[in-house]
Nanobody, 126 residues
Framework: EVQLVESGGGLVQPGGSLRLSCAASGFTFDDYAMSWVRQAPGKGLEWVSAISWNGGSTYYAESMKGRFTISRDNAKNTLYLQMNSLKSEDTAVYSC???????????????????WGQGTQVTVSS
């Protein structure tokens, strides 16, 4: 079955860093662009970042630019999100996601993704 499993979340102090991972299985990973989406307490889904199938193109929400780096290792079927200079407002559940049966590489709104991991909690607090 199609499965995405996130890991790497945790508690970090403001200004700190975390590296999230998303292990993919059950589909041809390098056929798909991949994304990270987050949901903060009491808020809706927020698109964070996306990466093309081969990692050649990356995209970021404005508030993440310069702080977050998305990458992938297709040989390992794994997606990553390096998060630096973390702020309290980055506290959220972070999920990896993709759009099934789509090979266009287009970007989607967060709510349009239909394949999700369970999410990993990131808490930024002193």
């Amino acid at each position: 079955e199609v499965q995405l499993v996130e890991s790497g979340g945790g508690l970090v102090q403001p200004g700190g860093s975390l590296r999230l991972s998303c292990a993919a299985s059950g589909f041809t990973f390098d056929d798909y662009a991949m994304s990270w989406v987050r949901q903060a307490p009491g808020k809706g889904l927020e698109w964070v970042s996306a990466i093309s199938w081969n990692g050649g193109s990356t995209y970021y929400a404005e508030s993440m630019k310069g702080r977050f780096t998305i990458s992938r290792d297709n040989a390992k079927n794994t997606l990553y999100l390096q998060m630096n200079s973390l702020k309290s407002e980055d506290t959220a559940v972070y999920s990896c996601a993709t759009k099934s049966r789509d090979y266009s590489g287009r970007l989607y709104r967060a709510y349009e993704y239909d394949v999700w991991g369970q999410g990993t909690q990131v808490t930024v607090s002193s």
